[in-house]
């Protein structure tokens, strides 16, 4: 179930049921303790995949979708977000990287696509940020060579939560939706609250 303090996740949790995704919330990795960079007091606490979609009708990456939300009020800027992680900057409260550990640091790398695996049975995905708003150029993201070596070549995306807002409020129908985000967006409808611009 999405964490209620999360808005973010519960979007994408509805936005992958319209897709005709199976979902799941906070599915957890950690680098395995025989790692040879395996460090006791820095690896031992538990990261996330936010959510996991899961389609069983599609082939190819668009099968699974491994989605990091970043609530950020201030949004992504793609190139900003990769200079604070080289050069190790510390960002939010922590280093830069911290928040995209599996994009940068091999034994997470490797442990995150290893969670995806044992999640879904499956080695190919689409690693997915979803991002309150975007500055600048996804694809500056999602073509950055470090993070597609770590995902051993799946696809990145990045989407926003006005592209998944649109596409759901456009969907919706008079039937319930399965989500209380989506049954929000039904009464934001029927109230004549625009959500499209």
Same mark, same amino acid.
């Given at each position: ?16 049921? %319209? ?5 799941? %919330? ?19 606490? %538990? ?38 992680? !080289? ?78 807002? %649109? ?18 967006? !039904? ?11």
């Amino acid at each position: 179930m999405a964490s209620k303090e999360d808005i973010l996740e519960q979007l994408v949790e509805e936005f992958l049921i %319209h897709r005709d995704y199976f979902v799941r %919330h906070n599915v957890k990795f950690l680098p395995r303790r025989d790692h040879p960079d395996f460090v006791s007091n820095q690896d031992s606490n %538990h990261s996330d995949i936010d959510v996991i979609g899961f389609n069983p009708k599609l082939t190819g990456p668009d099968r699974v979708w491994a989605v990091s939300c970043k609530s950020w009020q201030s949004g992504l800027n793609p190139a900003q977000e990769i200079k604070n992680i !080289q050069e190790n900057k510390t960002i939010r409260g922590r280093e830069a990287w911290r928040g995209f550990r599996e994009l940068v640091v091999p034994k997470w790398s490797e442990a995150f696509i290893a969670s995806v695996k044992e999640a879904t049975g499956e080695q190919t995905f689409t690693y997915v940020t979803a991002v309150t708003h975007l500055k600048g150029s996804a694809q500056v993201w999602e073509m950055h060579p470090q993070f597609i070596s770590s995902m051993k070549g799946n696809p990145i995306k990045v989407i926003t939560l006005k592209e998944m807002l %649109h596409e759901v409020s456009g969907a919706l129908s008079q039937t319930v939706a399965g989500t209380e985000f989506g049954r929000t967006l !039904q009464l934001f409808k029927a109230a004549g609250i625009k959500l499209q611009d």
